[in-house]
């Protein structure tokens, strides 16, 4: 029986991929990729020329029972998504559940997740903390945002450089605009930044200056509840 080997890929910097993840995408059988014109890119850059699939939210439920029967079979498969860790907010749950339920064993090797990074950096608490990723753009977007008035532990969200600033607002609008946040863009790429303060703060400098690229938001807890 092979192995499912989940392979985080860098955020920004080609170098921080590991040398372990590029000796296992030499090894395997076949790369599972969620755009491979993007992942042709980065096993160009480090000499990787095995098969490569396609394979993103949109053929998953499609291809994960063909993958699964060869790796059955003994093929070893890596999958790898665009940036980051395979399965936060990108491609990668469904595969592996159904890898588990076979009985194929899974490694996920650690490396690149965006949001490390954006919160140990933040000067927020990071002991404990809430991962929501994207939020829903409209149906139950208000729903989730109430949901978390009273969360105790720093959140974390992720949002692109078009909605932030509505974003921003929004938490300023259900949780006051002295909440304390850490925006971070760009993260291991040469423009990186982090713009922290109060919500009314960031919203300021980020509608007088643009943001760009991908973004990690880091907001603080409810303190209020937490002092009671």
Do not use: W
Not at 94 to 106: D, K, N, P, S
Not at 182 to 193: A, D, F, Y
């Amino acid at each position: 029986m092979g192995i499912l080997y989940i392979v985080p890929t860098p955020v920004g910097n080609m170098e921080d991929m590991t040398f372990r993840a590029v000796r296992i995408l030499k090894e395997v059988d076949l790369v599972l990729a969620e755009d491979t014109r993007t992942s042709g890119i980065l096993l160009k850059h480090y000499e990787i020329k095995n098969a490569l699939m396609s394979h993103h939210k949109f053929n998953e439920h499609g291809t994960s029972a063909g993958i699964v029967n060869r790796l059955l079979a003994g093929e070893n498969v890596a999958l790898i998504s665009d940036a980051g860790t395979p399965g936060i907010s990108d491609p990668g749950f469904y595969l592996v559940r159904e890898a588990v339920r076979a009985g194929v064993e899974v490694q996920c090797l650690p490396g690149a997740t965006a949001f490390v990074p954006a919160l140990v950096s933040s000067g927020l608490p990071c002991d404990r903390f809430a991962f929501e990723g994207f939020l829903p753009q409209k149906k139950g977007r208000q729903t989730k945002l109430q949901s978390l008035k009273d969360e105790e532990r720093t959140m974390i969200f992720y949002e692109s450089p078009f909605r932030l600033v509505k974003t921003l607002q929004q938490f300023a609008e259900v949780y006051g605009g002295d909440r304390q946040v850490s925006v971070c863009r760009e993260i291991s790429k040469v423009h990186e930044e982090s713009v922290r303060g109060s919500l009314t703060e960031v919203i300021a400098h980020f509608q007088e200056k643009a943001p760009k690229g991908e973004i990690v938001i880091i907001l603080a807890g409810n303190e209020t509840k937490l002092s009671n």
